[in-house]
């Protein structure tokens, strides 16, 4: 079964009738430095040229501490359960500053388990899509209402 972010963006991807750029990078989207001074692009969840839109998905990491994941350090020299936070923000301030709309998706948008896992249920997770997309659609791109 694919991870949860994968279904959700399938699920915008269907919403939107566009194929979003997963895992795209831009030249002034760029993570911390490490000791040799270069900074590494920080990845989005998808990106979708034709609205200069950015989709994130944010499962339960980006909530809760993860355990042993989230205490080993990072070239930010912090954990990286702080360095996540951080970088979820760099995408909150720089992406606007650059033209693109971010929005983010979460777990708690949609019905999950106890181990905050999606139940997908598909009509309803793609009605919570489309709510939070209802903008981009009808923009002169092609929208599925299907």
């Keep these: ?3 949860d972010e994968s279904y959700i963006l399938d699920l915008c ?13 831009f030249p002034f989207l760029l993570g911390d430095c490490g000791k040799d001074g270069r900074c590494r692009r920080l990845p989005v969840d998808a990106y979708y040229h034709e609205h200069q839109l ?6 339960r990491q980006h909530f809760e501490s ?7 350090p990072t070239i930010s020299g912090c954990s990286r359960g ?8 760099r995408r909150r301030i720089v992406l606007p500053q650059n033209g693109i709309v971010l929005v983010e998706l979460d777990y ?4 999950h388990d106890s181990r905050k896992r999606l139940h997908r249920n598909v009509s309803a997770d793609e009605e919570v899509v489309r709510s939070k997309l209802k903008r ?11």
């Design 108 to 111: 708690t948008m949609f019905s």
């Design 136 to 146: 981009f659609l009808n923009s002169g791109c092609p929208t599925s209402r299907s």
């Design 66 to 72: 993860i355990g042993i994941m989230d205490r080993r």
């Design 54 to 59: 950015v989709i994130e998905y944010r499962e």
């Design 82 to 89: 702080e360095q996540r936070k951080r970088y979820d923000e």
């Design 1 to 3: 079964m694919p991870k």
């Design 13 to 25: 991807n269907k919403v939107l009738s566009l194929i979003g750029r997963r895992q795209h990078t």
